[in-house]
């Protein structure tokens, strides 16, 4: 699944840019109602959240043209977007491991993810959910 502005230039979705035109609660209320009909659809499948804001090239860019003055090793920006669910998910944990079980999934330098149970107090670089 992805989300993002519609390009009429380069016909099609541009999930890369940040547009600020203020529907940023419309969207993320978007790609939630988007999760029971994916599980509808695909009941054994994995969900895998991370945001287009998640990797290298991300900080690279940003570090062109930021706005909020981040020093040469941090980026504010890098992983907004996957922060935003992570809270959600923190937020609604009681209600939604009702029906879903989350995972938390790590990138090691070998590129490979080690996954393990959620533990909201943990970073990660990506959310798995599977469908109880």
Not at 83 to 104: E, P, W
Request: glycine residues 8%; proline residues 2%.
């Amino acid at each position: 699944l992805g989300f993002g502005d519609w390009d009429p230039v380069q016909d099609k979705i541009n999930d890369k840019e940040v547009s600020n035109n203020g529907d940023h609660y419309t969207v993320f209320n978007t790609v939630l109602s988007t999760i029971p009909i994916f599980f509808d659809i695909y009941k054994q499948h994995a969900l895998m959240v991370n945001g287009s804001d998640s990797g290298p090239d991300f900080i690279e860019k940003c570090k062109g043209n930021c706005s909020k003055k981040c020093n040469t090793d941090e980026c504010k920006n890098f992983n907004r977007r996957l922060n935003l669910y992570k809270r959600f998910v923190d937020k609604h944990m009681g209600t939604l491991s009702a029906d879903y079980q989350f995972f938390g999934g790590t990138k090691s330098n070998t590129e490979s993810i080690q996954v393990g149970d959620y533990d909201a107090s943990k970073e990660y670089d990506y959310v798995f959910l599977f469908k109880k």
